[in-house]
């Protein structure tokens, strides 16, 4: 099995092909040193072809293992042959692909495919043929003439502005943010040809996978880590600071055109410094800059008194805290009020740090039949008196008897987050999040 498949954080990834055909003619890239890794796995037994029904085997027995993978992700080396140039390298992967996806309920699962750049009709083929979920061609360098340098096999046999157009192409027939492209950051910098200053190679790179990404295709970066058996040879490489502006940069773009990376994620890979920052929330698109109009279901809810309700706020060091067991209403034009029996607690003394360094609180609301809502919202006026005050003082004592009241809180609720749905729709906006094996087929499954 550990020659044909080995794990990643979320993913199982599939080698069932080892070798390159671009090495055939000394056009590898530059920097890769797969044949001589090949020649190793040789001499220790490992097959450079599996049989796709035996990869088929080995990942059945691999999700067997619950919760332990996410998706799944297949490479190996161009294969330049067929009857059209790479039908061989694209048949094989449907043959693997289909015999995988006999696993699996239904027709698409969770998968990436690492390849070379197909043509409009193979990469139609691999997407109706198959369950395959998300493909990825690496283009390793996003500029052209250090492409045509460092890249000479796929110079010759796609070409550099071919390469991009399919990539443009794949994210047409997967979808926005199914297709992606890895590039050897740092290898742009690489003597004797490369970029001589930094910044004019960041500039470069980001450029060009703007472009990408303006079309739907995302760019990943691994490190460049220079090789003693590659053709590049060991060489010194560029500097922290460059890293971590091209990882800022790729994010960046990801944000700016809402392009996901999730099938090639910290989760999934692990191997794309830039990807690990999907995890990073962006804090700006949370919470809208004017109030929002709660749903009648909700305002509903919160005017039963059997309703159930928690208030979470924080302190000026970030702090939680949480009230439990609160007295909502909802005003006329819409706002919340809660109603804060105590001076001295610390949901009051958050909630005037909220109100004058506009840091949101979160409200979660249960209604007696099961319905859940979260409220984000702003703190904007606390009444400690005066008319609003007093009518929510005498009806507090109306209703529940011997009470006192400090404040009436105004909260303007900025985002609602309906609780009930949000497993269905979490899972229809991320399907790459679930596990592969509850989607086995149940015979595998208890085999
Ligand atoms: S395409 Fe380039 S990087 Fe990939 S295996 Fe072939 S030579 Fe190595």
Redesign the pocket.
């Known amino acids: 099995m550990r020659y044909v498949v080995s794990a990643r954080p979320k993913r199982l990834s599939i080698f069932p092909y080892r070798y ?1 055909q ?2 055939n003619n000394h056009k ?2 530059l920097f ?1 040193d ?1 044949v001589p890794q090949l020649k190793r796995g040789k001499e220790q037994g490992i097959p450079a072809r599996v049989a796709p029904e035996e990869v088929a085997a080995v990942v059945r027995e691999a999700l067997k293992e619950p919760g332990r993978f996410t998706g799944l992700c297949m490479t190996g ?2 294969v330049l042959t067929g009857k059209e140039p790479l039908d061989d390298e694209v048949d094989y992967y449907i043959k693997v692909l289909k015999a995988i996806g006999q696993n699996f309920e239904g027709g698409r699962f969770t998968s990436q495919l690492i390849a070379t750049a197909f043509s409009d009709k193979q990469l139609r083929r691999l997407h109706d043929e198959t369950g395959l979920s998300s493909y990825t061609a690496d283009i ?1 360098v996003l500029n052209e003439a250090m492409f045509n340098w460092i ?1 000479p ?2 110079a010759a046999a796609v070409g550099y502005a071919e390469w991009k157009r399919r990539l443009v192409h794949a994210a047409r027939i997967f979808g926005r943010g199914h297709v992606d492209t890895s590039i050897v950051a740092g290898v742009e910098l690489a003597r004797p040809h490369g970029f001589t200053s930094e910044e004019e190679a960041l500039q470069a790179t980001l450029n060009e996978a703007e472009d990408l990404a303006r079309q739907g295709v995302v760019t990943v970066q691994t490190v460049w880590a220079p090789r003693p058996n590659a053709a590049l040879g060991l060489q010194k490489n560029a500097s922290l600071e460059y890293y971590v502006r091209m990882t800022k940069g790729l994010h960046e773009l990801r944000v700016k055109y809402d392009l996901p990376v999730e099938f090639d994620d910290f989760r999934n890979c692990g191997n794309h410094p830039d990807t690990d920052f999907s995890r990073v929330p962006v804090i700006e698109s949370a919470i809208a800059d004017l109030p929002i109009k709660l749903s009648k279901e909700l305002v509903a809810a919160l005017k039963d008194p059997t309703t159930l309700s928690s208030l979470a706020t924080s302190d000026a060091s970030g702090a939680p805290n949480v009230a439990l067991g609160l007295s909502l209403a909802v005003e006329e034009d819409g706002a919340l009020a809660y109603l804060e029996p105590l001076q001295a607690s610390v949901t009051n003394r958050n909630l005037t740090h909220s109100l004058w360094f506009n840091r949101p609180v979160a409200l979660a609301v249960t209604s007696e039949d099961g319905q859940r809502w979260q409220i984000r919202g702003v703190p904007v006026k606390a009444h400690v008196c005066g008319p609003v005050f007093r009518r929510h003082y005498e009806r507090i004592r109306r209703e529940v008897g011997d009470t006192d009241l400090a404040a009436v809180w105004i909260i303007e609720p900025r985002a609602v987050e309906d609780e009930s749905l949000k497993q269905a729709a979490h899972d229809a906006l991320h399907p790459s999040f679930g596990h592969l094996d509850l989607i086995l087929k149940k015979e595998e499954l208890h085999a």
């Open positions: 390159c671009f090495w590898g890239c890769c797969i080396g161009s390793e890249c096999g796929k």
